[in-house]
C-alpha cells in the first residue's frame, strides 16, 4: 500500500496551436494563456506534476518552459512544475539552471527539470547548432550540468562551450538542489547514460507495446547497482485523452491526432496514419484514450507491467481548449483515484 500511495501521476503538454470549437486557429499569445489555465486546474484537482514541453516550431507555443511555468506557479499552491522535455544541447546549461532556480525559488520548491535531446531539430539552427555534434553537445552540456546541481563553486572543460574555473551561479536553491530527469526515448546508450550521472529517467513511450520497453528499465537498474548508486524512481511519459465515455474521447482524439501525426510523420518520411493503426495504439499500444475507467485501467496495467514509480499523460493536442480542461478533470478526480483502487486489489 505504501508503494501505491507513492505513486506520482502528472500531466504534459507541447502547448499544441489549438482551434476553438468552431475550428479556427487560435493565436499562440491565446494558446500560452490557455496552458497557464490548465496548469492551475492540474493542481486543483489533485494531479502531482504539469509539465512543458520546449518546441521551436509553428505547431507549438511553448518554447521557454520555464517562463509560463513561473506564471502557473505564481497561481498554484502544491503541483510540481517541470519540463518535459529541456533540449539541453542547443541550449547553455548555466542559464537553464539559473531559470529553473528561479522558478524554484517562485514556486517554493516545486520546479523540476526533464533534460532531453528532444525529438526535434529546429532549435539546433536557430541557436547556431551543427546537427554533426549532435550527441556531443548534450553528452557535455549534462556533464556541466550534474556539476551545477551541487550548488558550489563550478569546474568545468570542454569543447562545446567556454570552461567555468571555480565560478559559482546564483541565484541558489533553498533546498539545494533542483530536482532533474533525464528523458530516453529507447536508446540503450541514453538509459545507462542517466544511470553513470544518478539521475533518474523518463521513457518516452509514444508508440508500440509498453511492455517493449521493460528491458532499457532492467538495463537501468542494472547500470545503477554495477556503477554502485542507489536505486532511482523511472517514469513513463504517454499520450491520450480522458473524456466521459471512450466513444466521445476517440471523436474528440482521433481526428486532430491523425492530422497531426500525418504532418509530423511526411517530415520524416513516414507514411500516412491509418485509423485500423491508431485503434490498435488505443488498444494495445501506447495511446491512453477513452473513459476515465478505461483509462485508469490501462495505466495501472502499464505500471503494473513495468514497475514504474511515476505516469505522465500527455493530454493535450490541437483539439479545443475546453476538451483539455475537461480532461484534466477526469484524469484529476476520477482516473488516478481509481488507477491506485486497481493497484491496491492486485
Do not use: C
Given at each position: 500500500?505504501?508503494?501505491?500511495?507513492?505513486?506520482?501521476?502528472?500531466?504534459?503538454?507541447?502547448?499544441?496551436?489549438?482551434?476553438?470549437?468552431?475550428?479556427?486557429?487560435?493565436?499562440?499569445?491565446?494558446?500560452?494563456?490557455?496552458?497557464?489555465?490548465?496548469?492551475?486546474?492540474?493542481?486543483?484537482?489533485?494531479?502531482?506534476?504539469?509539465?512543458?514541453?520546449?518546441?521551436?516550431?509553428?505547431?507549438?507555443?511553448?518554447?521557454?518552459?520555464?517562463?509560463?511555468?513561473?506564471?502557473?506557479?505564481?497561481?498554484?499552491?502544491?503541483?510540481?512544475?517541470?519540463?518535459?522535455?529541456?533540449?539541453?544541447?542547443?541550449?547553455?546549461?548555466?542559464?537553464?539552471?539559473?531559470?529553473?532556480?528561479?522558478?524554484?525559488?517562485?514556486?517554493?520548491?516545486?520546479?523540476?527539470?526533464?533534460?532531453?535531446?528532444?525529438?526535434?531539430?529546429?532549435?539546433?539552427?536557430?541557436?547556431?547548432?551543427?546537427?554533426?555534434?549532435?550527441?556531443?553537445?548534450?553528452?557535455?552540456?549534462?556533464?556541466?550540468?550534474?556539476?551545477?546541481?551541487?550548488?558550489?563553486?563550478?569546474?568545468?572543460d570542454g569543447s562545446m562551450?567556454?570552461?567555468?574555473?571555480?565560478?559559482?551561479?546564483?541565484?541558489?536553491?533553498?533546498?539545494?538542489?533542483?530536482?532533474?530527469?533525464?528523458?530516453?526515448?529507447?536508446?540503450?546508450?541514453?538509459?545507462?547514460?542517466?544511470?553513470?550521472?544518478?539521475?533518474?529517467?523518463?521513457?518516452?513511450?509514444?508508440?508500440?507495446?509498453?511492455?517493449?520497453?521493460?528491458?532499457?528499465?532492467?538495463?537501468?537498474?542494472?547500470?545503477?547497482?554495477?556503477?554502485?548508486?542507489?536505486?532511482?524512481?523511472?517514469?513513463?511519459?504517454?499520450?491520450?485523452?480522458?473524456?466521459?465515455?471512450?466513444?466521445?474521447?476517440?471523436?474528440?482524439f482521433v481526428p486532430y491526432?491523425?492530422?497531426?501525426?500525418?504532418?509530423?510523420?511526411?517530415?520524416?518520411?513516414?507514411?500516412?496514419?491509418?485509423?485500423?493503426?491508431?485503434?490498435?495504439?488505443?488498444?494495445?499500444?501506447?495511446?491512453?484514450?477513452?473513459?476515465?475507467?478505461?483509462?485508469?485501467?490501462?495505466?495501472?496495467?502499464?505500471?503494473?507491467?513495468?514497475?514504474?514509480?511515476?505516469?505522465?499523460?500527455?493530454?493535450?493536442?490541437?483539439?479545443?481548449?475546453?476538451?483539455?480542461?475537461?480532461?484534466?478533470?477526469?484524469?484529476?478526480?476520477?482516473?488516478?483515484?481509481?488507477?491506485?483502487?486497481?493497484?491496491?486489489?492486485?
Open positions: 500500500m505504501d508503494g501505491i500511495q507513492e505513486l506520482k501521476f502528472g500531466v504534459d503538454t507541447f502547448g499544441d496551436v489549438t482551434v476553438d470549437r468552431d475550428g479556427a486557429q487560435l493565436t499562440q499569445a491565446q494558446v500560452i494563456r490557455n496552458v497557464v489555465e490548465e496548469g492551475i486546474l492540474a493542481d486543483q484537482v489533485g494531479i502531482d506534476a504539469f509539465g512543458l514541453g520546449e518546441h521551436h516550431r509553428h505547431e507549438f507555443a511553448v518554447s521557454t518552459p520555464e517562463t509560463v511555468l513561473a506564471a502557473i506557479a505564481s497561481r498554484t499552491e502544491r503541483i510540481t512544475l517541470g519540463s518535459a522535455v529541456t533540449v539541453l544541447s542547443s541550449d547553455d546549461p548555466v542559464r537553464v539552471w539559473q531559470r529553473f532556480s528561479t522558478l524554484d525559488a517562485i514556486s517554493s520548491g516545486r520546479a523540476e527539470v526533464i533534460l532531453g535531446r528532444g525529438s526535434f531539430i529546429e532549435s539546433f539552427p536557430l541557436f547556431g547548432y551543427s546537427l554533426s555534434d549532435y550527441e556531443e553537445l548534450f553528452e557535455q552540456k549534462l556533464d556541466l550540468w550534474v556539476r551545477l546541481l551541487d550548488e558550489g563553486p563550478v569546474h568545468w562551450r567556454p570552461a567555468i574555473d571555480g565560478l559559482e551561479v546564483y541565484p541558489k536553491s533553498e533546498s539545494g538542489r533542483i530536482a532533474t530527469w533525464i528523458g530516453v526515448g529507447g536508446s540503450p546508450q541514453s538509459v545507462v547514460r542517466a544511470a553513470r550521472h544518478g539521475l533518474p529517467l523518463t521513457l518516452a513511450i509514444i508508440g508500440g507495446a509498453p511492455g517493449r520497453f521493460l528491458p532499457f528499465i532492467g538495463l537501468f537498474h542494472q547500470a545503477l547497482d554495477q556503477l554502485g548508486k542507489a536505486p532511482l524512481p523511472v517514469a513513463v511519459h504517454s499520450p491520450g485523452f480522458v473524456a466521459p465515455t471512450d466513444e466521445l474521447a476517440r471523436e474528440r491526432f491523425m492530422e497531426q501525426r500525418a504532418v509530423i510523420g511526411a517530415e520524416r518520411g513516414w507514411p500516412p496514419p491509418r485509423p485500423d493503426e491508431v485503434r490498435q495504439e488505443i488498444e494495445h499500444g501506447s495511446l491512453y484514450v477513452g473513459s476515465p475507467e478505461t483509462v485508469a485501467r490501462k495505466i495501472a496495467s502499464t505500471i503494473r507491467q513495468l514497475g514504474i514509480q511515476r505516469f505522465d499523460l500527455k493530454y493535450s493536442g490541437p483539439m479545443p481548449h475546453e476538451y483539455a480542461m475537461e480532461a484534466i478533470e477526469l484524469y484529476g478526480t476520477q482516473v488516478i483515484p481509481r488507477v491506485r483502487e486497481l493497484l491496491a486489489d492486485g
